[in-house]
């Protein structure tokens, strides 16, 4: 069973940035599409972005597209969310998934993903 461990949460000012890391267990890693999830208060978790197997595709949700890069790098089992001009809107607990069996990036938003991080909170403050 593959292990996801977010980090890199925080708080910071509007207009500020951050960079999280998912740290994924497991030999395989190459073979998963990951991608990254939020959950607000009070609010469902919604889907964020997600990048495929080798990293040449990505989808991002219209919410952050512009000010949010996925990337990722095999060779260290890691996924990273890049993200500047963060707004308070964009205060949420962090979660990353990762998949085996999607077939594209595309499918990220509505599929269910095999396994899951505990998250890392991100406040951005006004």
């Known amino acids: 069973q593959v292990q996801l461990v977010e980090s890199g949460g925080g708080l910071v000012q509007a207009g500020g940035s951050l960079r999280l890391s998912c740290a994924v267990s497991?030999?395989?890693?190459?073979?998963?599409?990951v991608g990254w999830f939020r959950q607000a208060p009070g609010k469902e978790r919604e889907f964020v972005v997600a990048?495929?197997?080798?990293?040449?595709?990505?989808y991002y949700a219209d919410s952050v597209k512009g000010r949010f890069t996925i990337s990722r790098d095999n060779a260290k089992n890691t996924v990273y969310l890049q993200m500047n001009s963060l707004k308070p809107d964009d205060t949420a607990v962090y979660y990353c998934?990762?998949?085996?069996?999607?077939?594209?990036?595309?499918?990220?938003?509505?599929?269910?993903?095999?396994?899951w991080g505990q998250g890392t909170l991100v406040t951005v403050s006004s």
């Open positions: 990048i495929s197997r080798r990293g040449g595709t990505t």
């Open positions: 998934a990762a998949d085996s069996r999607l077939s594209t990036v595309f499918l990220a938003k509505t599929r269910a993903f095999d396994a």
């Open positions: 497991g030999r395989t890693f190459g073979s998963y599409i």
